[in-house]
Structure formats: C-alpha cells, structure tokens
C-alpha cells in the first residue's frame, strides 16, 4: 500500500509561482514512476508532467513545458512540482500519482495510487 499526500497550493497571481509536493508513504517509491495530473471543474483529468523511478527521464503536457518541473528525492520519498509563470487556465486540483512499475505513463490509467489532491487557484 501506497499513501500519497499532497501540499504546497493555493492562491496565486498570474505569472507568479508555487511549488507543490508530494509526499509518498511505503518502500516502492524509490522504484515507482510518478505523474502529476490535474483537474478543473467540469473537465477530465489531465496529464502534467511524469518522472521516471531514477529521475532520468521526465515528460510534460505542452500546455506546461517551459514553465513547470518535475523532480523527486528518492531519499525523502518526495516528488515536486515547480510552476512558474502560473495563468488562469492551470487553476485546477493537482493530484499526485505513483506507479508501481516502469515506464513512465502520460494516461492516468497505468498509475497505481493517488493522492487527496491539492487546489490551485491563480487569479488575473
């Protein structure tokens, strides 16, 4: 079993920054891959970014590439994502989510665990 729980949103202005984290319960994460996701009302779910179980290998949604990073500590059992340059349209739930395996996945289906998720709000 895997425990996810995310931290680090909230209310922003448009064009500043936050940085979110995820904080991952059990003895896998060191070997999982990882993804964020979000949520607005309304829509579905949709990828953000993915990191792979040594960090080599990340993948973002175009709509997020340049302005956000994802990054993990293995030795924490943390994974990160940096936003920078925040606008309105990334106003969201932004989940966490593990996969107990390799690769890294850009579909939620393939993950194992998710968190509570964490609210964004960036305003105009």
């Known amino acids: 079993q895997v425990q996810l729980v995310e931290s680090g949103g909230g209310l922003v202005q448009a064009g500043g920054s936050l940085r979110l984290s995820c904080a991952a319960s059990?003895?896998?994460?060191?070997?999982?891959?990882m993804g964020w996701f979000r949520q607005a009302p309304g829509k579905e779910r949709e990828f953000v970014a993915t990191?792979?179980?040594?960090?080599?290998?990340?993948r973002y949604a175009d709509s997020v590439k340049g302005r956000f990073t994802i990054s993990r500590d293995n030795a924490e059992n943390t994974v990160y994502l940096q936003m920078n340059s925040l606008k309105p349209e990334d106003t969201a739930v932004y989940y966490c989510?593990?996969?107990?395996?390799?690769?890294?996945?850009?579909?939620?289906?393939?993950?194992?665990?998710w968190g509570q998720g964490t609210q964004v709000t960036v305003s105009s």
């Open positions: 990191i792979s179980a040594s960090a080599a290998v990340t």
């Open positions: 989510a593990a996969r107990l395996s390799w690769p890294i996945a850009t579909t939620p289906g393939p993950y194992d665990y």
């Open positions: 059990g003895r896998t994460f060191s070997s999982s891959a």
